[in-house]
């Protein structure tokens, strides 16, 4: 059966979804799409918000009777994919090959270590106790094990940590619930699939495991499909680099002295080693000093008290190496520990070899936690030689993968010259439903005071909007800032990214219908909200990556050595494609409305705003925000009853 006849009225899709009916771009996509499968070849699809490029690629896909492997950005994404998405087409395809479902080890439930916090209880907090008689009563009751279904536990809950597996705490094969493992089950599921549903982070993380040696994590398929694939090139940098963490020799520390407690209590030694490494730990943390942040690793190297403390770390790593070295024998769990502890050495001293070229050594310190890093600056020969496997077609889609309408940065970054390209502009009639606003005397980007300046000069038009607004802002600064004043100043809830996990804040906002949520990066993409309940977006400026990142200062200089234009090449792209995705929130269907306003002046007085206008959708321009008030009293009064049109915002 042709794509044509899948997608046609009296098809399979027509008839098994009410209200199917094809749109042109989506039909052009998954043409394409079946063409490259055929042909074994590689495919980039920019299909504008509302292509509807999720079934423009399933479809194809499945119809090939090839073994498949789709991988999200983000779990929402996945979890819309295999729960929504996918029951629907296999239905309508009448499609009965197995499917399956595949996360990273950190969102199993560990049977093993859930069990040996029981056993340690009575040295919990109380809220951790607390959280623990909540996991092991949802345990005997899952199916799956996926953490994220524990009701009433929060996100960034504590015992998280301590109920799931690392690579370096698991015990594998020699676990006593090995058989019955969560994650082995998930994992044999994906094997045995004909199409497997994943996440980039566990893509990558597969291949990392492929290049040393030691098996797979996901099947091997003939066909891949990356949906959100902008966000390929950042992730997978994080996983053909290396790091260390506090958390890591934290959870080491707690695990040596569990294993010491089981399997050799009579070892004193082994219960002051393991407090001696997490101390040693926290007054690395404490080195670091209050702010924190993120930094360049050869600057910390220059500071006497940063490497005393080094030092102090090495040593009780080399303490505990000695001390575990004569627990060997004792148990399962104090051999794992030893083994954990020899990679700890390991890769400490290798994000600290700072003298190897085409790395970025760098550091990232919060409150509490710090991590080393070593990051390749690029990874386009590795992964372009993953993508010309033999017999495999790739798929690469995004709402957000063309800079200046060309392909190129993202080619670059990934290694995919030559690959097949497809550009598909969205379906919505920007021209009707929207207005872009870039207002007059708006303060410098780096003004002082700068987001309560732009909360006040924004009031008005929050005011004048008939329904709830994002305003989406480049730094936590300007985010606490814009939220202060809005909340003293306006009468409509204000809800704060932090103060409640995310999807609570966004069902509060769906539900609030008035409400103005003030965000940092992670709600500029993945949020789909509908309707009036978004009915204004506003940024405060153009999302630049901070000239003090130091792994943006490596691929910089870098750049440099290599006789090319670092704004160009690298800040200018990611910064267009970045504001692409927080665009995209404001319009998600066909009956939506609403007024874009980027706070940026740079976006019409410098030579560069004509790159990020041309990347952005054809929405009607101005610079007055008196006109976006007006644009939302002509959509009242084309809205009322005795209008001939019908309501635009229900």
């Known amino acids: 059966m042709t794509i044509q006849t899948l997608f046609s009225e009296g098809g399979p899709l027509a008839r098994h979804i009410d209200g199917f009916l094809a749109r042109a771009p989506q039909l052009e996509m998954a043409e394409a799409v079946a063409n490259t499968i055929k042909d074994h070849d590689r495919l980039l699809v ?85 959280d623990l008689v909540r996991v092991k009563s949802w345990s005997s009751t899952t199916n799956t094990g996926d953490v994220g279904d524990i009701p009433g536990l929060q996100e960034n809950a504590e015992i998280l940590p301590q109920i799931t597996s690392t690579n370096d705490n698991c015990l ?32 990558f993380a597969d291949m990392a495991v492929k290049d040393t040696g030691f098996g797979e994590l996901v099947p091997e398929a003939q066909v891949y499909v990356f949906d959100e694939a902008h966000q390929l090139g950042e992730i997978a940098t994080n996983y053909f680099g290396k790091s260390v963490s506090s958390r890591t020799i934290q959870d080491l520390a707690q695990d040596i002295q569990l294993a010491y407690r089981a399997e050799a209590h009579d070892m004193g030694q082994l219960g002051k080693a393991a407090d001696r490494l997490s101390i040693a730990s926290q007054d690395l943390r404490l080195a670091f000093g209050v702010d924190g942040g993120r930094g360049n690793s050869r600057d910390l190297l220059r500071q006497p008290q940063w490497g005393q403390a080094l030092a102090r770390l090495n040593d009780a790593i080399e303490f505990c190496y000695e001390v575990l070295k004569l627990a060997l ?101 920007y021209s009707e439903q929207a207005r872009l606003c870039v207002p007059r005397q708006l303060p410098e980007p780096n003004a002082f005071g700068r987001g309560e300046m732009l909360a006040l000069r924004l009031i008005p038009l929050i005011n004048k909007t008939p329904g709830g607004c994002f305003f989406l802002c480049t730094s936590h600064q300007v985010m606490r800032q814009v939220a202060e004043v809005l909340r003293r100043e306006i009468g409509r809830t204000v809800l ?33 909200v509908r309707g009036a309940a978004l009915s204004c977006v506003i940024i405060d400026k153009l999302p630049f990556a901070s000239p003090d990142d130091p792994l943006l200062k490596a691929r910089v200089d870098d750049c440099k050595l290599k006789g090319g234009d670092p704004f160009a090449d690298i800040q200018l792209p990611k910064a267009v494609i970045a504001l692409k995705q927080g665009v995209g929130r404001l319009i998600r269907d066909r009956r939506d409305h609403g007024v874009l306003v980027i706070c940026d002046p740079r976006m019409v007085n410098k030579p560069y705003g004509a790159t990020f206008i041309k990347s952005l959708p054809a929405i009607p321009r101005t610079r007055d925000l008196d006109c976006l008030g007006e644009f939302f009293s002509g959509l009242a009064e084309a809205a009322r009853p005795d209008s001939a049109q019908t309501d635009l915002f229900q």
């Open 46 to 130: 920019e299909a504008g918000t509302g292509t509807g490029k999720t079934y423009a690629y399933l479809v194809p896909a499945l119809a090939s009777g090839k073994r498949v492997v789709i991988s999200t950005g983000s779990k929402n994404l996945q979890e819309q994919l295999f729960y929504r998405d996918l029951p629907t087409i296999t239905g309508a395809l009448d499609y009965h090959q197995p499917v399956a479902l595949l996360k990273g080890r950190s969102n199993y439930l560990c049977v093993e270590r859930m069990n040996r916090l029981m056993s340690e209880s009575h040295l919990q907090k109380p809220e951790v106790m607390s």
């Open 172 to 203: 594998g094969r020699d676990c006593p619930y090995y058989d019955d493992c969560h994650l082995v089950i998930a994992r044999r599921r994906a094997m045995d699939a004909q199409v497997v549903v994943i996440n980039h982070h566990l893509f």
């Open 329 to 429: 024998g004792r148990g399962e769990q104090l051999d794992h520990c030893f083994e954990r502890l020899c990679e700890l050495r390991t890769r400490l001293g290798e994000v600290l070899a700072i003298n190897q070229t085409g790395y970025s050594y760098w550091y990232e310190c919060t409150r509490l936690h710090f991590s080393l890093n070593l990051t390749p600056l690029s990874v386009a020969e590795r992964f372009g030689a993953e993508v010309m496997r033999p017999e495999v077609a790739w798929i690469f889609t995004s709402a957000t993968l063309t800079v200046d309408m060309g392909f190129d940065h993202f080619k670059a970054e990934l290694g995919l010259a030559g690959s097949r390209e497809l550009m598909l502009d969205s379906p919505f009639d």
């Open 496 to 528: 704060l990214q932090g103060e409640d996990n995310k999807q609570r804040l966004l069902s509060t906002f769906v539900e609030n219908g008035r409400a103005v949520l003030v965000a940092t990066s992670s709600f500029w993409e993945g949020i789909d």
